[in-house]
């Protein structure tokens, strides 16, 4: 009996217990490959819905484009602008760029810093390329500075003659230009935010008549990226490789 304990305890120890141990480590890589598996099963299967949805969603990116084009547009500005104060009974008298004393005439930057020696190593680091926002603004129209949520923005004052009601049409006009519901945005002309506006008698034909001054904003697309950020109709833009920071050991 002591010799067939003895045997059963070796068998264990030398034999059963390595394999339990192996057979539960393979279970764990068993584990995380399935876990990899589905992961890129739900990749594969999102790429494949958004190849389904590519041409619907470039539509709706060119509609977009219309609302916030890639330079100032002002011909379609000044059409867009016009059709509005004409639907609603409005005299379109003037369109004046305001400068904001900030516009996009800065010098470029550096976009890349130069490289730094650490002393105690010697060690030679390049860091990562970033953001130049002076760089950016310098490729915008003349007039255009850039703003907080990375579009640039193009300040305007707009000059109409006509009744207060009719000044009242004109901003739901330029309010409807653009909307969105249901998940969707609806696209009938640039997109403009109205800061202000001040009203005073008519001087050609006197009070009830006003002369409206009306404060907007219109925004234009990132310079570099156009509406479609390098998309065509058929795919969209390559995909290129991001610099990282490398470290170069001294000799």
Same mark, same amino acid.
């Given at each position: 009996m002591l010799v067939a304990v003895v045997a059963l305890g070796?068998?264990?120890?030398?034999?059963?217990?390595?394999?339990?141990? @192996?057979?539960?480590? $393979?279970?764990?890589? *068993?584990?995380?490959?399935? =876990? @990899?598996?589905?992961? $890129?099963?739900?990749? *594969?299967?999102?790429?494949? =819905?958004?190849?389904?949805?590519?041409?619907?969603?470039?539509a709706q990116l060119v509609t977009l484009g219309k609302a916030v084009p890639a330079d100032d547009d002002t011909a379609s500005l000044l059409v867009q602008v016009n059709r509005v104060a004409g639907r609603t009974g409005l005299e379109f008298r003037d369109?004046?760029?305001?400068?904001?004393?900030?516009?996009?005439?800065?010098?470029?930057?550096?976009?890349?810093?130069?490289p730094t020696t650490d002393p105690a190593t010697g060690a030679t680091t390049t860091a990562s390329p970033v953001p130049a926002t002076e760089a950016a603004a310098a490729l915008l129209p003349l007039g255009a500075t850039v703003g907080t949520a990375g579009l640039a923005v193009m300040p305007y004052k707009l000059v109409f003659a006509g009744s207060f009601f009719d000044v009242i049409k004109f901003v739901e006009g330029i309010d409807s230009m653009v909307k969105t519901g249901d998940g969707q945005v609806m696209v009938d002309g640039r997109l403009m935010t109205i800061d202000g506006f001040s009203l005073t008698s008519d001087p050609r034909t006197g009070f009830p008549d006003l002369t409206a001054s009306v404060s907007v904003n219109t925004y234009v697309t990132p310079p570099g990226q156009g509406v479609t950020a390098g998309a065509t109709p058929t795919a969209p833009a390559p995909v290129t490789a991001t610099p990282t920071a490398t470290t170069t050991p001294a000799p």
């Open positions: 070796a068998f264990w120890f030398l034999g059963l217990s390595p394999k339990r141990d @192996e057979s539960a480590k $393979l279970a764990t890589e *068993v584990q995380g490959l399935q =876990q @990899e598996v589905d992961q $890129l099963r739900s990749t *594969v299967a999102a790429a494949d =819905q958004a190849k389904r949805n590519f041409a619907d969603d470039y369109i004046e760029l305001i400068d904001t004393g900030a516009s996009a005439g800065a010098a470029p930057v550096p976009t890349t810093p130069p």
